[in-house]
Nanobody, 127 residues
Framework: QVQLVESGGGSVQAGGSLRLSCAASVDTGRFLMIGWFRRVPGKLREGVASCDSDGDRPTYVDSVKGRFTISFDYAKKILYLDMVSLKPEDTAVYYC????????????????????WGQGTQVTVSS
């Protein structure tokens, strides 16, 4: 099993920054992709960013390109999401997820292909 634990959420004003972290409890050999998803109440969960288990091949949803950066510390098995220039529409619960599949392009942001999920961390951006 892969256990994922997120941290780093909080409340910031628009234009501010946050760093989310996700600690994976098992060997990286158990998954090939890892990423961040988010859900706004009343809406479907959407893929935000992902990369492979080497921290390569980052993929971003258009709405966060140029503002969010995903990275994976292979030695520490910690996934990060650095978020700058935050907007109120970024307000959501952010989830870390890992997949046993190697996914390319937009498939890398499709939640149905992810097998392991964290509990989520709230990010609130006020205007």
């Amino acid at each position: 099993q892969v256990q994922l634990v997120e941290s780093g959420g909080g409340s910031v004003q628009a234009g501010g920054s946050l760093r989310l972290s996700c600690a994976a409890s098992v060997d990286t050999g158990r998954f090939l992709m890892i990423g961040w998803f988010r859900r706004v109440p009343g809406k479907l969960r959407e893929g935000v960013a992902s990369c492979d288990s080497d921290g390569d091949r980052p993929t971003y949803v258009d709405s966060v390109k140029g503002r969010f950066t995903i990275s994976f510390d292979y030695a520490k098995k910690i996934l990060y999401l650095d978020m700058v220039s935050l907007k109120p529409e970024d307000t959501a619960v952010y989830y870390c997820a890992a997949s046993r599949f190697r996914l390319d392009g937009l498939w890398a942001l499709r939640q149905d292909d992810y097998h392991y999920w964290g509990q989520g961390t709230q990010v609130t951006v006020s205007s």
